[in-house]
Nanobody, 119 residues
Framework: VQLQASGGGWVAAGGSLRLSCVAS????????LGWFRQAPGKERELVAT????????YYTDSVKGRLTISRDKAKNTVYLQMNTLKPEDTAVYYC?????????????WGQGTLVTVSS
């Protein structure tokens, strides 16, 4: 499985960005896809997940109502739409995949994409 993330950049507080993660290498039936982030000096944290088959989603509390995860099966792509961005959203964002949604660890990782939100 290969995961290719893109879409990071610089944005002013209150602005929006959309991250994309193109997945390849197999079919993703039963897989879960997720976005993690790691801010400078902090541990990596889970941001959001989505089940490939049904589209069930999960969000960490700090991003609920502002970030939206979605997937396009035809394009084998997972998105993270980020609205009303805050400086504390600044981090390197990673996409990752788990073999079974909600029941296993994330075993495949893409390279990170940097998001910088200025105040």
């Amino acid at each position: 499985v290969q995961l290719q993330a893109s879409g990071g950049g610089w944005v002013a507080a209150g602005g929006s960005l959309r991250l994309s993660c193109v997945a390849s290498g197999r079919t993703f039936t039963n897989y879960g896809l997720g976005w993690f982030r790691q801010a400078p000096g902090k541990e990596r944290e889970l941001v959001a997940t989505i089940s490939w088959n049904v589209g069930t989603t999960y969000y960490t509390d700090s991003v609920k109502g502002r970030l939206t995860i979605s997937r396009d099966k035809a394009k084998n792509t997972v998105y993270l739409q980020m609205n009303t961005l805050k400086p504390e959203d600044t981090a390197v964002y990673y996409c990752a995949a788990q073999r079974a949604y909600g029941s296993s660890s994330f075993v495949f990782w893409g390279q990170g994409t940097l998001v910088t939100v200025s105040s």
